[in-house]
T-cell receptor
Framework: DAGVTQSPTHLIKTRGQQVTLRCSPK?????VSWYQQALGQGPQFIFQ???????QRGNFPDRFSGHQFPNYSSELNVNALLLGDSALYLC??????????????FGSGTRLTVV | AQSVTQLDSHVSVSEGTPVLLRCNYS??????LFWYVQHPNKGLQLLLK??????LVKGINGFEAEFKKSETSFHLTKPSAHMSDAAEYFC?????????????FGAGTRLAVHP
């Protein structure tokens, strides 16, 4: 049973460009969350999707947007990239609307470097 | 508001000696708490979780944690460190808001294990 799959694993972009990161949740999971982990820091919550709608959002600008598809997979889009957007982007999936009893399964992340 | 504080940014132990990683939490209601581990250039792996059942929680790889409400603590321990335990460890609390959960991470503790 595959866990959470993220693509690509590494990405280099130029300031001002746009990027799309992808996530396939673990089988049976319906809720997807995205986190940004800057170097040397703990992950920060970006947003969460359930039933194809954004349900919660962290303290991130509108340049960060997302989408969830009917098969529960998700995309994270970042527009007008800044150097400060360089980070590891983690996707986490969970079952049953993010029920806390089940924990959250993380992917290995996408390392985004903005130059 | 929900938050966690990891009291040590770095911990260094010798192989075969006990490990103690400290975490205090702040919560306005009965919390759900997790410990995650992150090996270099890897995603996050769930070590164990507390969701208001038994206060002593056993996890993978010989780790365990005890929930102490009176001390608002959830320290992670292991009787005997192994070289493979060297990694970054995150204490996490769940914030419940608007019908959905999100993870709030501590700043992390880097565990070094010496021969």
């Amino acid at each position: 049973d595959a866990g959470v799959t993220q693509s690509p694993t590494h990405l280099i972009k130029t300031r001002g460009q746009q990027v799309t990161l992808r996530c396939s949740p673990k089988s049976g999971h319906d809720t997807v969350s995205w986190y940004q982990q800057a170097l040397g820091q703990g992950p920060q919550f970006i947003f969460q999707y359930y039933e194809e709608e954004e349900r919660q959002r962290g303290n991130f600008p509108d340049r960060f947007s997302g989408h969830q598809f009917p098969n529960y997979s998700s995309e994270l889009n970042v527009n007008a990239l800044l150097l400060g957007d360089s980070a590891l982007y983690l996707c986490a999936s969970s079952p049953n609307r993010g029920d806390r009893r089940y924990g959250y399964t993380f992917g290995s992340g996408t390392r985004l470097t903005v130059v | 508001a929900q938050s966690v504080t990891q009291l040590d940014s770095h911990v260094s132990v010798s192989e075969g000696t006990p490990v103690l990683l400290r975490c205090n939490y702040s919560s306005s209601y009965s919390p759900s708490l997790f410990w995650y581990v992150q090996h270099p250039n890897k995603g996050l792996q769930l070590l164990l979780k507390y969701t208001s059942a038994a206060t002593l929680v056993k996890g993978i790889n010989g780790f365990e944690a005890e929930f102490k409400k009176s001390e608002t603590s959830f320290h992670l321990t292991k009787p005997s460190a192994h070289m493979s335990d060297a990694a970054e460890y995150f204490c996490v609390v769940i914030l419940f808001s608007g019908g959905y959960n999100k993870l709030i991470f501590g700043a992390g503790t880097r565990l070094a294990v010496h021969p």
